[in-house]
């Protein structure tokens, strides 16, 4: 079982529905938990952490953590063709230990 | 300009070649990071550094070497390319040692033919 596992995708979506991506981790005893966002031939990009159990909110950003299922999830609302990317979810497990998913790759169709 | 900025861009090798990508940043960031991005597998940390003078191992360190003899500079050494270091590397910094998310410069495309 991989550490950090998303669905690689295509999450293909309209513009202006929602986009839900889903990210699982092993590590119970992870500390952190971040979304990334990386288009094509770019560097990743933060644009969530969340770190309690619940939802955060940051604009059409919705995080939300589940510890006790070990899920973490990301919701874009109103999604735009600008937000066609891949996202990749981080677990930061303690010391320097990040680990990386491998990435969900979202199309929003105009 | 204020940021993390890597050079080069683009590079192509041939294999046995020594080659160095460069990192520098200019937040004063004590943490520094070197991650690859194959298909298939996401990042995987390469290195990491504390601050100057402190590096450690991360999880496929092997043919690499790495020196931080200056806070903002984490150069990274491929000593004899191969072709499994064809990859993307990014370089990246942080406050702290990862429990607030990191930011990652523009990356070094590297193909080692």
């Known amino acids: 079982q991989k550490e950090v596992e998303q669905n690689s995708g295509p999450l293909s979506v309209p513009e202006g529905a929602i986009a839900s991506l889903n990210c699982t981790y092993s590590d119970r005893g992870s500390q952190s938990f971040f979304w990334y966002r990386q288009y094509s031939g770019k560097s990743p990009e933060l644009i969530m952490s969340?770190?309690?159990?619940g939802d955060k909110e940051d604009g059409r950003f919705t995080a939300q953590l589940n510890k006790a299922s070990q899920y973490v999830s990301l919701l874009i609302r109103d999604s735009q063709p600008s937000d066609s990317a891949t996202y990749l979810c981080?677990?930061?497990?303690?010391?320097?230990?990040?680990?990386f998913g491998a990435g969900t790759r979202l199309f929003v169709k105009a | 300009d204020a940021g993390i900025t890597q050079s080069p861009r683009y590079k192509i090798t041939e294999t046995g070649r020594q080659v160095t990508l460069m990192c520098h940043q200019t937040?004063?960031?004590?943490?520094m990071f070197w991650y690859r991005q194959d298909l298939g597998h996401g990042l995987r940390l390469i290195y990491y550094s504390a601050a100057a003078d402190i590096t450690d191992k991360g999880e496929v360190p092997d043919g690499y070497v790495v020196s931080r003899s200056k806070t903002e500079n984490f150069p990274l050494t491929l000593e004899s390319a191969t072709r499994s270091q064809t990859s993307v590397y990014f370089c990246?910094?942080?406050?702290?040692?990862?429990?607030?998310?990191?930011?990652f410069g523009s990356g070094t495309r590297l193909t080692v033919v």
């Open positions: 937040w004063s960031h004590s943490y």
């Open positions: 990246a910094s942080s406050e702290a040692d990862g429990n607030y998310g990191y930011t």
């Open positions: 981080a677990v930061h497990t303690g010391g320097f230990k990040t680990i």
């Open positions: 969340i770190y309690s159990n």
